[in-house]
């Protein structure tokens, strides 16, 4: 098991609490919201081998689907202004629908073509679904979907809008829904009470619109929520929203950062390294390079390597330690969805459906190309073995059959 | 623990109502419709929530008829005890009120989301439902339901288009076209007759307003104009001077668009201009007293104000524009009524970010150009 993949269960164990395990995706990008698995995936798949289900969704979606113990979780829109909310729960070995829950919209549902509603990628403490959409509503269901509370976050802060179209993800720590929601309106990070639905902290965040979900990583036995903006990344006490330490540069406002071998990937016009601060040493950026820009999707950091892939297909990896170029491979298609790393594999998903499996390490060794022919700009999460991608209209479970 | 003592309190509270004779379901029902800001009357509201997904489905009218006076936010509670109900019922075997949630659907006095949300139950139960409700429904005052009437009715239409029946599908195109409220249907049917000879005049069917007094430009450096009153914010005067901040004097000047849908472009009237804000004054009279909706939609600051008052703002510049994205609710006075908007452009450069305009109707809260006659200068 990769340190990495350590990192991010110790940084899960505490930060989701005890109903979520290493096997489950509960976030966005997954355990620790790095995009690294360990249970092994099928490698090859088409529409009639290694499909264990696919069910159709009611609507479009970028959210990931997330996935705890025998459910899997995922979110969609629909209506000609995609005022219809959905979060929708499925039996992980049947692909059963398990229930159905619709809220309506309160926020504006303004977007560019390309997002929608359904945009955020919902979280799972294992005992509670709590489910952010881009207009800013956010209900928290039981495991059953009964509604505990709901928040109409726009409808708190009426300037909460953005017409692009809002998509950041929310993540947990303990007992604190946060959610980092930057406009030029409303701007905000905020702490939520996971068993009120209310602010435990709200803070301040630059006036411009954002879509980087925030990531929480363990500095020095303490945890901290890393929020990346347009020029700072800033590290914040997750329990209180204080902010710890910050870098200042010139950062991303879509892909997000990840967290490994003791370094904050943060992502921009140029892939930059920071250490967190470290006794009297303060933060600081490591290392710089300029080929690993990114456009849509995040950085993957895996066995000493970091990778990532261009909108136009581009896989750059570099030495995570040293930012040294590795190697340059050019894949077919436009890709929206950040890559995955599974048992010494890495999954990169375009958005015709083709999913490129690659061996992970410094030669770049393609192992499959394996064509769904829908449309995906979701990032794909693992879990117990399975893959689960979602499409435009429907969530794919891609494993043996049982 | 605080959790447990408002579950306790809630459950009291059901058995002493009960107990008294009163509705069963009205504190919990007022428990939950109390939510407020920030999660305020949240725990209050779901400890009320476990005790309403309790009941049994003959609880649902009283539930959906709870969301005709909630704020939004306590909408979707009460939605999603509805939806907890209804599902526990049905999985357990149990059948819904049909009658009685057929007798919500039907009576418009209640919230176009919750007779809809009827009728989706409904429809779960009886996919003939839709037969039996949609054919009268092409004036709902539900938004949605009226949507799927107006649906049948367009498919009627295309079916006859498809047959070679020409006359009968300009008929029913026509049909749809009177009971449609949504854009997509509109714009739809209306190409769909354009096919068949017939032009729509959108901009007037929409109910956009497509002859202005303009005036501009005023100063939005640095964004300082959007939250600036200009002197055409504390009351319009047609024969007014003003100077911009060089000194230059501005007059209002009538200007009549011809773009599609109402557009007003200001680049066209005073140059590819940048940190600078213009308004767009109207003077409409109206038949009657009324409740009515400005909808705008723009790629720059924008603000509406109707008789003076403001009814809507927003300043986010060039992040995407959709027809009716802003929307300012007033009531429109029988006889005249002054319109003004206000439109800053911010200093970017990109190429993406140079329009500088606005469109804007008046119409109802479905979306239906209210009666009113735009006065000339």
């Keep these: 098991m990769t340190r990495i993949l350590v990192a991010a269960i110790v940084v899960a164990s505490c930060a989701f609490g005890a109903a979520v395990h290493a096997e489950d995706s509960p976030q966005f990008r997954g355990v620790g919201g790095v995009g690294v698995a360990e249970t092994p995936l099928p490698v090859k798949w088409d529409k009639n081998e290694n499909i264990r289900w696919k069910a159709a969704l009611p609507g479009r979606g970028l959210s990931c689907p997330v996935v705890v113990g025998k459910r899997v979780f995922v979110t969609a829109c629909s209506g000609p202004d995609q005022e219809r909310l959905h979060v929708l729960c499925y039996d992980v070995a049947s692909g059963d629908k398990l229930w159905h829950r619709q809220i309506w919209a309160t926020g504006a549902t303004v977007c560019h073509q390309k997002s929608n509603m359904a945009a955020p990628t919902p979280v799972t403490d294992g005992k509670h679904i709590y489910a952010l959409f881009a207009t800013c509503d956010l209900a928290c269901y039981d495991m059953d979907g009964n509604l505990v509370w709901y928040r109409s976050l726009e409808g708190d802060y009426?300037?909460?809008?953005?017409?692009?179209?809002?998509?950041?993800?929310?993540?947990?720590?303990?007992?604190?829904?946060?959610?980092?929601?930057?406009?030029?309106?409303?701007?905000?990070?905020?702490?939520?009470?996971?068993?009120?639905?209310?602010?435990?902290?709200?803070?301040?965040?630059?006036?411009?619109?954002?879509?980087?979900?925030?990531?929480?990583?363990?500095?020095?036995?303490?945890?901290?929520?890393?929020?990346?903006?347009?020029?700072?990344?800033?590290?914040?006490?997750?329990?209180?929203g204080v902010k710890l330490w910050s870098v200042a540069g010139s950062f991303s406002t879509i892909p997000s950062p990840s967290f490994g071998d003791g370094l904050v990937m943060a992502p921009g016009g140029k892939m930059q390294a920071i250490r967190p601060p470290s006794?009297?040493?303060?933060?600081?950026?490591?290392?710089?390079?300029?080929?690993?820009?990114?456009?849509?999707?995040?950085?993957?950091?895996?066995?000493?390597?970091?990778?990532?892939?261009?909108?136009?297909?581009?896989?750059?990896?570099?030495?995570?330690?040293?930012?040294?170029?590795?190697?340059?491979?050019?894949?077919?298609?436009?890709?929206?969805?950040?890559?995955?790393?599974?048992?010494g594999k890495i999954y990169f998903v375009n958005e015709e459906g083709a999913t490129t499996v690659m061996q992970a390490g410094a030669q770049p060794k393609f192992l499959s190309v394996n064509n769904l022919g829908d449309t995906f700009l979701a990032s794909p999460a693992a879990a117990g073995g399975a893959l689960y991608l979602r499409s435009d209209n429907a969530l794919y479970c891609i494993a043996a059959k049982k | 623990m605080r959790n447990l003592c408002v579950s306790i309190a809630c459950a009291i509270i059901l058995l002493s109502s009960r107990a008294s004779g009163g509705s069963d379901l009205t504190p919990l029902l007022a428990r939950i419709k109390a939510v407020a800001s920030e999660g305020k009357g949240n725990p209050a509201a779901s400890a009320a929530l476990k005790e309403l997904i309790k009941q049994g489905p003959e609880a649902l009218p009283e539930i959906l008829g709870a969301i005709n006076d909630a704020s939004p936010q306590a909408a979707n509670w009460l939605r999603s005890a509805v939806d907890a109900v209804a599902d526990r019922a049905l999985s357990g075997g149990k059948s819904l009120p049909v009658k009685k949630l057929e007798a919500f659907v039907r009576d418009t006095r209640h919230s176009g989301q919750a007779r809809r949300l009827a009728y989706e139950w409904l429809v779960r139960i009886d996919d003939r439902t839709p037969d039996r409700f949609l054919p009268d429904m092409l004036d709902d005052p539900g938004a949605e339901l009226r949507r799927d009437a107006v649906a049948v009715v367009i498919k009627e239409a295309q079916e006859y288009f498809d047959k070679e029946q020409k006359a009968a599908a300009s008929a029913a195109y026509r049909k749809a076209l009177t009971h449609a409220r949504d854009r997509d249907q509109i714009q739809l049917i209306a190409a769909r007759l354009k096919k068949l000879g017939v032009e729509v005049d959108l901009t007037a069917h929409f109910g956009f307003i497509n002859r202005w007094q303009v005036v501009g430009s005023f100063d939005n450096k640095k964004g300082v104009g959007f939250h600036t009153v200009y002197p055409p914010e504390k009351g319009v005067d047609l024969a007014a001077v003003y100077k911009d901040k060089d000194g230059v004097a501005l007059r209002w000047q009538e200007h009549e668009t011809k773009l599609p849908l109402g557009l007003v472009d200001f680049n066209k009237i005073y140059g590819n201009l940048h940190g600078t804000t213009a308004f767009a004054f109207a003077v409409v009279t109206s038949p009657s007293e009324r409740p009515v909706e400005l909808r705008a939609s723009s790629n720059n600051a924008i603000q509406m104000f109707l008789n003076g008052k403001q009814i809507f703002g927003r300043e986010e510049y060039h992040h995407g524009t959709r027809m009716d994205q802003h929307v300012g609710k007033g009531i429109l006075r029988a006889g005249r009524n002054e319109i003004l908007v206000k439109v800053s452009q911010n200093e970017q450069t990109e190429a993406w970010a140079q329009t500088w305009t606005f469109q804007l109707r008046v119409c109802d809260h479905l979306g239906a150009a209210v009666p009113l006659v735009v006065e000339k200068k």
């Design chain 1, 158 to 240: 009426p300037t909460l809008v953005n017409n692009v179209g809002m998509a950041a993800s929310p993540v947990l720590w303990k007992n604190r829904f946060i959610a980092c929601l930057e406009t030029s309106g409303a701007s905000f990070a905020v702490g939520i009470d996971t068993a009120t639905g209310q602010n435990a902290w709200k803070v301040e965040r630059p006036k411009v619109i954002n879509w980087v979900t925030p990531l929480i990583i363990k500095n020095h036995g303490k945890d901290e929520v890393l929020f990346q903006g347009p020029s700072d990344v800033s590290a914040h006490d997750p329990a209180t």
């Design chain 1, 279 to 343: 006794g009297d040493d303060k933060a600081k950026i490591v290392w710089e390079n300029a080929k690993l820009a990114t456009g849509y999707s995040s950085p993957l950091v895996y066995r000493g390597l970091v990778y990532t892939i261009s909108t136009r297909g581009i896989v750059n990896c570099a030495d995570a330690l040293t930012g040294r170029t590795v190697f340059s491979q050019r894949i077919d298609g436009t890709f929206s969805a950040s890559p995955l790393a599974v048992d």
